[in-house]
């Protein structure tokens, strides 16, 4: 079994300001760190510090050769990553208020030039029996999904960020989503009431297994298990940046361990707490070790 991450790679610009900017409004910020970040990048981390062995496919231009630098020193597969030399590498500008709450702009770059041809170099090495993860900061989703539902891989998404290019996927193809309210709204309809939004889930994606994180009011499991909740961990919030992509990686891990989806909820969540509680993205994000101590 091999794990595939198709996904972003991301220079992340990160200001820490006193509230976010309004319109027309210029503000000061107190200070400027650059991080590497992309929710695909995050994602593979989390999964290789899980303890999966991870494949990470992508592009970057010439300027990002940091980043396929910091996937190789922590054992991360990059045979299948691209530096382009003709576009500069997906980057986002990232403001963190005095609550770690942030905002962000994303600029694609690189993670907007995955042609077809690349996808095909990529996924005719793996087989029915690995697994893809992808996410929504990349081009050619709805191709990726096809190629590999033909191939027969198991296709986990996590939807983010939500916009209109996720409604060309075959979402039907997909076999487990996580995904955050937001984005459950943007898919079965806005519906306030949690309950409501489970069973609403549940229908449209009967034959996958969904996860609903919850912010502060922790997540949930929709399948054919019924609904499992996990509980959030209480911590002192400094940057919420990567929270929802430590999540993603630490369950998906848990899950291909066989722990059982309680388990897998229950250090997922841990990840999240301990992520939040530090700077940056991927530099939050902990290793097994620290979960256990947690």
């Not at 820490?16 to 107190?30: A, Y």
């Amino acid at each position: 079994m091999k794990v595939l991450n198709f996904g972003s790679l991301n220079i992340d610009y990160v200001y820490n300001v006193e509230h976010f900017v309004k319109k027309g409004e210029t503000i000061s910020s107190n200070m400027l760190n650059i991080f590497s970040g992309g929710k695909g990048l995050n994602q593979s981390i989390a999964l290789k510090k899980a303890g999966l062995n991870v494949y990470h496919a992508g592009a970057i231009g010439t300027d990002g050769l940091f980043l396929k630098q910091i996937l190789d020193d922590i054992g991360i597969d990059t045979s299948f990553l691209y530096t382009l030399q003709d576009v500069r590498t997906g980057n986002a500008i990232i403001q963190n208020d005095i609550s770690g709450d942030n905002c962000i702009i994303l600029y694609g770059g690189a993670n907007k030039a995955i042609t077809k041809d690349m996808i095909d170099n990529v996924l005719k090495n793996f087989t029915d029996n690995d697994y893809l993860l992808l996410q929504n900061e990349i081009s050619e989703i709805p191709y990726i999904v096809e190629k590999a539902h033909n191939i027969g891989m198991k296709i986990i998404l996590n939807p983010s960020p939500i916009n209109e290019n996720i409604f060309k996927i075959n979402l039907d193809y997909i076999d487990y989503f996580i995904l955050n309210e937001i984005e459950a709204k943007a898919l079965v309809g806005n519906f306030d009431d949690k309950n409501t939004l489970c069973k609403k889930l549940n229908e449209k994606f009967k034959n996958a297994s969904v996860v609903l994180t919850l912010g502060e009011d922790g997540s949930m499991y929709i399948g054919k298990e019924g609904i499992i909740k996990q509980n959030a961990y209480k911590v002192n919030v400094v940057d919420t940046t990567a929270a929802g992509d430590t999540f993603t990686g630490y369950y998906l891990a848990s899950i291909l361990e066989n722990l059982p989806i309680k388990t897998a909820l229950d250090i997922a969540s841990k990840a999240s707490a301990i992520a939040v509680s530090k700077k940056g993205a991927s530099p939050s994000i902990p290793n097994r070790e620290d979960i256990e101590n947690f």
